[in-house]
């Protein structure tokens, strides 16, 4: 089921507090994993940017699967408003790009550190 959208939400508005909403998750991990690396242990940052990303990726599959339930309210006649429909894919769209993003950086880190001579 997705989360009924109010009816004056433009798309704009929508990928802008959602593309904010992922880059303050993100920004927000990588000073939780510096801060606390004085701190703790090296695996506790990493758990930290896991726990992250994990979130960061249940959120995506939560906006996937809104966006597909509402393509299917459309065809079935129980949304009538295009433009919803329209807001809920570009949503959808939007985290699925900063998740590919995000996933690019990671696994650019990861060579970079198996490229390394010791």
Do not use: C
Not at 82 to 110: F, S
């Amino acid at each position: 089921m997705y989360i009924e959208m109010r009816k004056d939400m433009d798309l704009t508005s929508a990928v802008t507090n959602l593309g904010s909403d992922y880059v303050s998750k993100v920004t927000q991990a990588m000073y939780d994993s510096v801060s606390d690396s004085s701190t703790t242990s090296e695996t506790g940052s990493f758990d930290t940017i896991y726990k992250s990303v994990a979130g960061l990726l249940n959120d995506t599959n939560t906006y996937v699967q809104q966006a597909q339930q509402a393509e299917v309210d459309y065809a079935l006649g129980k949304m009538t408003n295009a433009h919803e429909l329209g807001v809920y894919q570009q949503q959808a769209n939007i985290a699925l790009q900063y998740t590919v993003a995000v996933r690019d950086k990671v696994l650019e880190a990861y060579n970079q550190l198996m490229n390394m001579s010791i």
